[in-house]
Every structure is written in C-alpha cells, then in structure tokens.
C-alpha cells in the first residue's frame, strides 16, 4: 500500500530558529499533500494544502510567511516553522492522496513529527 | 461548509464490551466522502475505513462495524469485544466532492479499554 515518510519524528529546538520537516510519498507520486497541526488531545487542523510546482494554498489564519511550505518534487513536500516559538510547538502531520480508479484520493498519512521549542 | 462532530470526548469500556463511537456530519454537497482513522499513543494515522456517499451498506470487518445513515448524516463506528489494543483516539473525517482530498477531521474521540 502507499507509504508517506515524515521526517524527523522528534524536534526539539531553541525559541527563534528554523526547523524543517520533511514528507515524503515513498512508492506513489503526489501532485498534492496536506499539512496538518495537531494539539495535544486535540483534532487536526489542516494547516495548508501543498501543490508540486506553486504556491501552497494556506488555510485561513494560518500564516504563510511562518510556515513555508515547498513541494518541489511529486514525492516530496517539506515545511519549515521560521523562527519558531514555544506556541509553536505541536505535533505537525503531512498526508499525501494516492488517485484511484473512481479519481477519489485515499489520503496516507505520514507518522508526524513532534516539535517542541524550548 | 462541511463540518464533522464527534459528540463523545472520551469512553471507557472494560475489555470484551462493544462500543460505539458516534459521527455526525455535515455537507452542502451530495458526493461526499466519510473515513475514520485510528490514532494510538504513538501519533500516526492508522486508515479504518472510507466510504462514499452512494454507498450507504454497512461494512463488517472483522471486530469494526459501520453505520452510514445518510438519512440522520452519521457514520457510526462500533468495536464489537473491545481489546486493550484498541485503546486509541479514532477520528471521524469528511472530504466533500469527488477527487478532493482536502479532508476536515472530528475532534475525535478517546477510547480507554481496561483489562
């Protein structure tokens, strides 16, 4: 079945640096991948919808110069917290849509990736 | 817009009793697609089940049973003899319209099985 590869699943970082967070469609490609932000005991919020070769569409409220968000390959989308703060901390998951006959994706989600910032 | 509701923020059950966990939804649009997902300790996604909106017969697999009930917009989710393992927080999503992906999540609901 299709694999999503998200890494690293563990972050852990000082208040005003970057840190980059890697999704990966191991045996499929993926014109379209979605990053979720999840809070402890939380749902998951769809943060942003990721599109090989443009610009991510970003949910509202969602700031897109703090999230940036790259997919430049069809296996790879990558987000990157700039300057990330302690309220940034969250556990952030990437799902990526395999086409099937009937055209309707089955999203795969990726095993997330804790990020904390001290 | 669609929304989904998970009414049940947590449920304890002693092992071998069946549960159910409740889905409510809503959509303005009539091709639809409903899922539920399993997310244990560990934090991934484990996909249950996906089913479209034509499609209202209810699925058996295994221990995991579903309820689609277009008339009342559920998707009732039931474990019959609940294992510890399946002590986990399920989450029921939707994604509207065929070929979008774009899926808006419950806020799921954490299931405790004791031994």
């Known amino acids: 079945g299709a694999v999503v590869s998200q890494h690293p699943s563990r972050v852990i970082c000082k208040s005003g640096t970057s840190v980059k967070i890697e999704c990966r469609s191991l045996?499929?490609?993926?014109?379209?991948m979605f990053w979720y932000r999840q809070f402890p005991k939380q749902s998951l919020m769809l943060m942003a919808t990721?599109?090989?070769?443009?610009?991510?569409?970003?949910e509202q409220g969602v700031e897109k110069d703090k999230f940036l968000i790259n997919h430049a390959s069809l296996t790879l989308s990558t987000l990157t917290v700039t300057s990330a703060h302690p309220e940034d901390s969250s556990f952030y998951i990437c799902?990526?849509?395999?086409?099937?006959?009937?055209?309707?994706?089955?999203?795969?989600f990726g095993a997330g990736s804790r990020l904390t910032v001290l | 817009a669609q929304k989904v509701t998970q009414a049940q923020t947590e449920i304890s059950v002693v092992e071998k009793e069946d549960v159910t966990l409740d889905c409510v939804y809503e959509?303005?649009?009539?091709?639809?697609?409903l899922f539920w997902y399993k997310q244990p300790p560990s934090g991934e996604l484990v996909f249950l089940i996906r089913?479209?909106?034509?499609?209202?017969q209810n699925e058996i697999s295994g221990r995991y049973s579903w309820n689609f009930q277009k008339s009342t917009s559920s998707f009732n989710f039931t474990i019959t003899a609940s294992q510890v393992v399946d002590s986990a927080v399920y989450f029921c999503?939707?994604?509207?319209?065929?070929?979008?992906?774009?899926?808006?999540f419950g806020a799921g609901t954490r299931l405790t099985v004791k031994p």
């Open positions: 799902s990526a849509g395999e086409a099937t006959v009937s055209g309707a994706n089955v999203l795969t």
């Open positions: 045996d499929f490609q993926a014109t379209t």
């Open positions: 990721s599109n090989e070769g443009s610009k991510a569409t970003y």
């Open positions: 959509t303005r649009d009539t091709t639809y697609y």
């Open positions: 089913r479209n909106s034509f499609d209202e």
């Open positions: 999503a939707l994604s509207e319209a065929l070929g979008n992906n774009d899926m808006r």
